[in-house]
């Protein structure tokens, strides 16, 4: 497969579009942002390392009747994924009282949760993603009904084989975000899951080995990364 031109670049992903249009190859980046991308920095080996584990869940998610974008991990850094028409939405599976959650509700962060929350935020960077609610989806037009209907079943679906599967590694999945696109007709669930896109906790220690890590300077964050990484390869 032939990469070409740059389509789009992100702030972990550069995308380049191949010979063949319904195909893009994503390159990860070791950029590392956070708090709407007013902290920046580097985490060193991060791309092989989110390409690896993002490569791996896909692959997985995809044998239990989750559609996505994974076509096939070409290198290190690089994915082949199908072109989808995104949908302008991130959604936020919470498990666990964590983050901005925490803050809003005055409750002490690792509080269970009696059932997983879905949030929705608009996925605009000169609006600072603001949180919105399913009326909001709705009546601006950023997804049908239908569509909608599949974003949740999809993502609870994603949150039921992700949980025992990291449970099995001894991590705990308190909470991640999904972003979803269009690809012939259909709702298939795009992007990248890793630790910058999800909060995993030790299961024993409660340690942190995400990208919160980053977020509130507590060091280490390459050997979080890491831990996840060789995790998840023992255990896929």
Not at 97 to 116: D, I, N
Request: hydrophobic residues 40%.
């Amino acid at each position: 497969m032939q990469k070409k031109e740059k389509l789009y670049e992100g702030k972990a992903k550069i995308v380049y579009t191949t010979d063949d249009p319904d195909l893009l190859i994503a390159w990860f980046k070791d950029d590392a942002t956070a708090f709407d991308n007013t902290k920046k920095g580097t985490i060193v080996d991060k791309g092989i390392i989110n390409n690896t584990i993002s490569s791996r869940l896909f692959e997985m998610l995809a044998k239990s009747r989750v559609p996505n974008h994974f076509v096939e991990k070409l290198s290190d850094r690089e994915l082949l994924i199908r072109k989808l028409k995104m949908i302008p939405l991130e959604i936020l599976v919470r498990n666990v009282v964590a983050g901005s959650l925490a803050k809003r509700m005055g409750m002490a962060e690792g509080t269970p949760l009696k059932r997983t929350i879905l949030e929705f935020c608009y996925k605009d960077d000169s609006l600072h993603d603001p949180q919105i609610n399913e009326d909001h989806v709705l009546v601006f037009d950023l997804c049908t009904d239908q569509e909608l209907i599949n974003i949740r079943n999809m993502a609870l679906k994603v949150n039921e084989v992700l949980i025992p599967f990291f449970d099995k590694l001894g991590i705990r999945l308190v909470d991640f975000k999904l972003e979803f696109g269009r690809y012939r007709g259909e709702t298939y669930l795009g992007d990248e899951i890793s630790p910058d896109s999800c909060r995993l906790w030790d299961k024993k220690t409660g340690e942190k080995l995400d990208k919160d890590r980053f977020r509130r300077d507590l060091g280490g964050i390459e050997e979080a990364y890491k831990t996840v990484l060789d995790r998840v390869l023992k255990g896929a």
